[in-house]
């Protein structure tokens, strides 16, 4: 029986250790979707925090672990557009590797709010 791997969009929030190579401007977390190709979402959430652990990144907070399977409603920060969990979504499963989309800083989050902007 062949395993039919689907693409998961886990949406999350990550803390960042200084030398974090996702780490660019000197963040505490980053606010994402990470796009996981596996079988099962148990499998989904054992290779993402694999994958951040390599990263070195540690999960804090977990809004939403989704199949994807077209047309996606997000209610969480960042916003991904249909394109871009579609195009994630086909090359996390076509190169067999997580994707990281639509992911936000806590500095960029820290400089929006400064400017009077909400937490897209």
């Known amino acids: 029986m062949m395993e039919i791997v689907s693409a998961w969009l886990i949406h999350h929030r ?3 250790e ?3 190579p996702m780490n660019c401007d000197g963040s ?3 606010v ?3 796009v996981v190709p ?3 979402m148990r499998e989904a959430l054992d290779l993402f925090d694999q994958y951040l652990a390599k990263n070195k990144m540690a999960l804090m907070d977990l809004w939403k672990c989704e199949q994807y399977s077209g047309p ?6 960042p916003t991904l557009t249909e394109k871009e969990a579609q195009e994630s979504s086909q090359r996390a499963l076509e190169r067999d590797c997580i994707y990281y989309a ?5 500095e960029v989050i820290k400089h929006m ?3 009077g902007h909400e937490e897209t």
């Open 38 to 40: 596996a079988t099962s």
């Open 28 to 30: 505490e977390y980053v």
């Open 113 to 115: 709010e400064e400017c």
């Open 72 to 77: 996606i409603r997000l209610f969480t920060t």
């Open 14 to 16: 990550a803390s960042m």
């Open 32 to 34: 994402g979707v990470g």
């Open 18 to 20: 200084p030398t974090s």
């Open 102 to 106: 639509g992911g936000i800083s806590s």
